[in-house]
């Protein structure tokens, strides 16, 4: 008996065929063609699995290949799948006439267990459940803040690791560093927000109202949050990136085995700067902000500078106004930058998890100034402060 | 801290137990490191050598057991290791493990600028030696970016003498190495065990280097998690009766 299995749906000359003989019980199985990767074995799959399924205990297969016969790696699995089917039944294989190169390859690949074994042991030890996740994150948040505030408190008393010009490069990097794009996005902020408002205000003939408006507004709650986004985007994400890539390289390990704790030593200065950086860079997004309502107010409505300037000055009942806004400011800097340090010190140790450490940086960081930021609201209009 | 005793071996481990998590990597390791000695910690991959060394220069709590420096226990309780027993303790790490935003002078600066109380002057000068000591005369204003892999190691051997300690730790020295960068990096840790009277633990794997630069050795195993053997480098290549330290040394596939 012989018969043709047909092979995939591809017609190129040199399709991979398969032709089997048999001769009391004996199979021949005779390959030929093209048996590499570029040829799916999806479609003859099920062919060769009712053939293995037909097979029983009397029966042998001998594996031949033909002289135009070629072959990689997928050949390989392929005949691995089809011996163990047929070894299933009960039936013999013989290799013996497959070229000394592939019989040693499918002779190899065994899965090597003294390699493997004591790595997925490690692998079990982590698998721990949600429950215990969520309590040792919670404990590595306190345990990372109760360090922060204990080498505070050395700093305060004199007792510190942590740097002068560490901290001075610090507020560098996410003070003066940072003005470009902070007068970009509140200029753009307080010239829509003037836009938008003299839309409005026009209905009600009252325009010169913008002024008022844009000064609140900006010195509120825009100047605040647009600059500590701008952190958290900005700054933050660096702190993670540069603490995590030391971490890394093992920076952070050849500073504790001096004996200088990471947190004293990389992220208080950070924190620090970031903590004074912010309220000053509120306060100068405040003015670009009342700026670009400005330019709003004398190029498009006509009014005059001093005008505008005048219904500005009438709009700040008090400098509480001012000082709310700072007030935040001053503890959205502490959130990005103890969120960005605190993931940069717990990013673990491959490119990819400090990868995800950079992002849950920011998406942290943004997440915690809104709640912060509504809180803040909560607690002045409850304070009658507003 | 009792530096000059004798009679107390420089480091002295007792049923070390070492664990990530559940899994544990080394049980009931006993050996000491007497002073002016070389140790090298042996054994194949995985088999727990870098966590051993971790934990000895105060990286990795252990599970249980004690190592002791100059006779002071490195952990005690749930403190971390006291700064001052660190200090005592030079460690280069496998890839240098500079500080990158730092040029080599103020690598090597930094520990002294922390922890010596020196003048600047002072400092520079120093430092300054400790880098000549490891043949970088030149490369102080380089950063470990601009530095290839062989001055990287000297550099952190450099900062890891920075304070002037007096046990060092190197993990995988050679590693990454060619062989004459290899044969020079051994010839100046000979150099310095020499003249400095300084006492090593290498975590290695290069048969040919820890030959040349140890004199007592132990060998740890995967698969038991313990120290399979315990003696002279040379003598376990020749002598060694233990199947898995016979096929290191002869570089044979185990049976």
Not at chain 1, 15 to 21: A, G, S, T, V, Y
Not at chain 1, 58 to 64: E, L, P, T, V
Not at chain 1, 116 to 136: K, N, P, T, W
């Amino acid at each position: 008996m012989s018969k043709e299995l047909k092979t995939g749906k591809t017609n190129k000359p040199n399709r991979p065929q398969l032709k089997i003989e048999e001769g009391d019980g004996e199979y021949s199985l005779l390959f030929s063609g093209d048996w590499t990767i570029r040829h799916s074995k999806n479609g003859r799959l099920s062919e060769f699995v009712s053939f293995a399924d037909q097979l029983s205990e009397k029966n042998s297969c001998r594996f031949q290949l033909s002289d135009d016969f070629a072959w990689d790696s997928s050949f390989l699995l392929f005949i691995q799948d089809f011996e163990q089917r047929i070894s299933m039944q009960g039936a013999a294989v013989d290799f013996s006439s497959l070229p000394e190169g592939l019989a040693n390859l499918l002779a190899k690949n065994k899965p090597n267990q003294s390699l493997v074994q004591g790595r997925a042991d490690l692998q079990a030890g982590a698998e721990i459940d949600i429950f215990d996740q969520i309590l040792s994150g919670f404990l590595r948040v306190a345990e990372f803040w109760g360090k922060w505030l204990i080498f505070l408190w050395g700093l305060i008393r004199g007792k510190s690791f942590a740097r002068g010009r560490d901290f001075l490069l610090a507020c560098r990097d996410c003070g003066a560093s940072a003005l470009p794009i902070v007068t970009l996005i509140s200029y753009l902020t307080g010239l829509t927000m003037a836009f938008v408002g003299s839309v409005q205000l026009e209905k009600f003939n009252a325009t010169i109202y913008t002024a008022d408006l844009v000064c609140l507004a900006m010195v509120r709650e825009m100047g605040p949050l647009m600059v500590a986004i701008v952190m958290a985007g900005r700054t933050g994400a660096s702190f993670a990136a540069e603490i995590g890539s030391m971490k890394l390289n093992e920076e952070v390990d050849s500073l504790r085995t001096l004996g200088i704790p990471a947190i004293d030593f990389l992220v208080l200065p950070r924190t620090l700067a970031l903590f004074l950086m912010t309220p000053l860079l509120t306060l100068y997004a405040d003015i670009v902000g009342i700026m670009g309502g400005l330019t709003v107010g004398t190029q498009v409505m006509g009014f005059s500078a001093l005008h505008y300037f005048e219904q500005t000055q009438s709009a700040l009942l008090s400098m509480w106004e001012i000082y709310s806004g700072l007030w935040k400011s001053l503890a959205f800097g502490l959130i990005v930058g103890l969120v960005g340090c605190y993931k940069g010190i717990n990013s673990g140790n491959s490119s990819i998890s400090l990868g995800k450490s950079v992002t849950s940086s920011v998406v942290v960081s943004i997440t915690l100034i809104v709640i912060a930021d509504a809180l803040f609201e909560l607690a002045y209009s409850y304070l009658g402060l507003r | 801290m009792s530096t000059l005793n004798p009679s107390i071996p420089v480091i002295g481990v007792s049923d070390l137990c070492l664990s990530y998590g559940s899994s544990m990597i080394l049980e009931n390791a006993t050996f000491s490191v007497e002073q002016g000695q070389c140790l090298a910690v042996m054994g194949g991959s995985g088999c727990g050598k870098s966590t051993l060394l971790r934990s000895m220069v105060g990286l990795l709590r252990p599970k249980s057991g004690q190592i002791k420096v100059h006779g002071a226990p490195l952990w005690d309780g749930r403190h971390a290791p006291d700064s001052r027993i660190l200090r005592g303790l030079g460690v280069l790490f496998q890839g240098g493990a500079l500080w990158s935003s730092m040029n080599l002078l103020e690598n090597v600066s930094l520990p002294l600028e922390t922890f010596s109380g020196l003048s600047a002057a002072e400092i520079k000068e120093l430092a300054m030696y400790k880098i000549g000591q490891v043949g970088l005369k030149g490369a102080e204003s380089l950063y470990p970016s601009q530095m290839s892999g062989g001055m990287k190691k000297r550099a952190g051997i450099a900062r890891a003498l920075a304070l002037d300690p007096k046990v060092l730790f190197f993990d995988e020295p050679s590693a990454g190495l060619d062989p004459v960068n290899c044969r020079k990096l051994d010839e100046l840790i000979l150099d310095l065990k020499q003249n400095l009277a300084l006492t090593f633990v290498v975590v290695s794997h290069e048969i040919e280097s820890i030959v040349s630069i140890a004199d007592n050795g132990i060998f740890l195993d995967a698969n038991s998690r313990t120290i399979l053997a315990h003696g002279h480098p040379q003598s376990l290549r020749e002598s060694c009766s233990v199947p898995e330290v016979r096929d290191f040394f002869a570089r044979t596939l185990p049976a």
